[in-house]
């Protein structure tokens, strides 16, 4: 007699993995394994918008800033301004928001009217019942239906903190200008006596102190070794009091 075998079953079939649907799904995947690489991105797009600010804030003055630069100054440009994180985040909750309702409509008409119907946020942000995804006529003539949500919305945070950037630091270049920012005396290596009138601290980097002077209306900078003395006043109404002591005109470079 014939040993019996004991009848084994074909192996279940492997479920295969999902492909990535888009490279934000990448992104995230990649992020949720190795989360330093998080701070690492933000770090270089703080850098990127600092740069961006710097060269437009310093270009209202006249002083070409980039020519001024060490490469160890392009990484720390964005951390000298904490407006740059809060622009950051502005600009990421519009474009969340802008997106949001094209997100609950990929989600399905049932994710979209709960959505619209159990919260009043979701009546703000979807006034309309759900209707399916139209061609539009660039699709129609062209083939192409336009971004995904992914990339529009970093296309959007890009684009808004951008010009987001542009405006505060214009708008903080006119304030100083008219009187505003940071008020200081300055006293030059090797000299006893401070430089005559007040000027307006505009910023500093790894070799250079950028001043501006309201009085000439006349923007500069001083390389940081011949700089001896920042003294920093509180106001411009107390720097117009106090009286400035006579010295040789600072020197330009």
Do not use: C
Not at 192 to 215: C, K, M, N, S
Request: aromatic share 14%; proline share 9%.
């Amino acid at each position: 007699m014939e040993p019996q075998t004991a009848e084994t079953s074909p192996p279940a079939p492997q479920e295969t993995p999902p492909l990535r649907s888009n490279w934000l799904d990448w992104l995230l995947g990649a992020l949720r394994h190795e989360p330093t690489h998080a701070l690492t991105l933000f770090y270089i797009g703080t850098s990127a918008l600092g740069l961006w600010a710097s060269y437009w804030f310093f270009r209202s003055f006249g002083i070409p800033v980039m020519d001024y630069m060490d490469p160890s100054d392009y990484i720390t440009a964005g951390l000298r301004d904490p407006m740059y994180f809060l622009m950051i985040i502005a600009a990421l909750a519009l474009t969340f928001l802008l997106n949001f309702k094209e997100y609950a409509r990929r989600k399905g008409p049932v994710y979209y009217q709960q959505v619209r119907n159990t919260h009043w946020w979701g009546r703000v942000l979807m006034p309309f019942p759900y209707r399916p995804a139209r061609g539009n006529w660039v699709s129609r003539l062209l083939g192409w239906g336009g971004f995904s949500m992914p990339t529009a919305i970093t296309f959007g945070v890009v684009w808004a903190t951008m010009w987001m950037t542009f405006g505060y630091v214009q708008n903080k270049a006119e304030g100083i200008r008219a009187g505003g920012g940071h008020v200081v005396r300055i006293t030059l290596a090797h000299t006893h006596d401070p430089q005559p009138g007040t000027a307006r601290l505009l910023g500093t980097i790894g070799d250079f102190v950028f001043l501006y002077w309201p009085e000439q209306k006349r923007a500069e900078a001083i390389a940081v070794e011949e700089v001896g003395r920042i003294e920093s006043l509180a106001t411009g109404d107390n720097a117009a009091k106090t009286p400035a002591a006579p010295a040789t005109p600072t020197p330009a470079h």
